[in-house]
């Protein structure tokens, strides 16, 4: 079992819709939880970042951490063509260990269609 | 601010041969820096951590006498395929973060693209 389990899709939305994304994990020793996007061919860009359960607020992205479930979620507002790329949920513990070790979801590819 | 980027941005090279990928920092020092491969419609996936001036920390599983890899300085570090098989073909991609930065602070390259005849 990954340790890191993410929907590769595709995932297809309508112009202005809503795009909800999530990853799941089993290692409970993740405490910091991030989100990138990637375009084809381009290296992954962060978007969300945080180390809390709950939600986090940015313009139109909103991340929510769930550890009690170790689920997470990424949701796009008012999605954009602009906004087709793949998301790529990762993780990690940052103990001594794993410092800067990010663990990876498979990466969710999203399509937004005008 | 805080770019990273990558040389070459795709190179094909005959099998045997070596390949040397350089990750730079344009704007920013970076103390550590990571090389990660990707193959198509996978995920990300961790080779090693380089510091600079000693020595690089490999993943399980990866060669380190295979992906040579040396963080000269605090701006650069490289990663050569010695030997390069087909086998060997990927996007490798680099991120480093900074010196003032938290481990979760990683901004990453463009990737490289590695084609091996």
């Known amino acids: 079992q990954k340790e890191v389990e993410q929907d590769p899709g595709p995932l297809s939305v309508p112009e202005g819709a809503i795009v909800s994304l999530n990853c799941t994990y089993s290692n409970s020793a993740f405490q910091y939880f991030m989100w990138y996007r990637q375009y084809s061919r381009k290296g992954p860009e962060l978007l969300m970042y945080t180390y809390s359960s709950g939600n986090k607020e940015d313009g139109r992205f909103t991340a929510q951490v769930d550890k009690s479930s170790k689920y997470i979620s990424l949701f796009i507002r008012d999605s954009q063509p602009s906004d087709s790329a793949t998301y790529l949920c990762a993780m990690s513990s940052m103990t001594t260990d794993s410092w800067g070790k990010l663990q990876f979801g498979a990466g969710t590819q999203v399509v937004v269609t005008p | 601010g805080a770019v990273v980027s990558q040389h070459p941005s795709w190179v094909i090279c005959k099998s045997g041969t070596s390949v040397k990928i350089e990750c730079r920092s344009l704007?920013?020092?970076?103390?550590?820096m990571f090389w990660y491969r990707q193959f198509p419609k996978q995920s990300l996936m961790l080779m090693a951590t380089?510091?600079?001036?000693?020595?690089?920390?490999?993943e399980q599983g990866v060669e380190k006498d295979k992906f040579l890899i040396n963080h000269a300085s605090l701006t650069l570090s490289t990663l050569t395929v010695t030997s390069a098989h087909p086998e060997d073909s990927s996007f490798y991609i680099c991120?480093?973060?900074?010196?003032?930065?938290?481990?979760?602070?990683?901004?990453f390259g463009p990737g490289t693209r590695l084609t091996v005849l």
């Open positions: 380089s510091n600079e001036g000693s020595k690089a920390t490999y």
């Open positions: 991120s480093a973060t900074p010196l003032a930065g938290g481990a979760d602070t990683q901004y």
């Open positions: 704007d920013f020092q970076a103390t550590t």
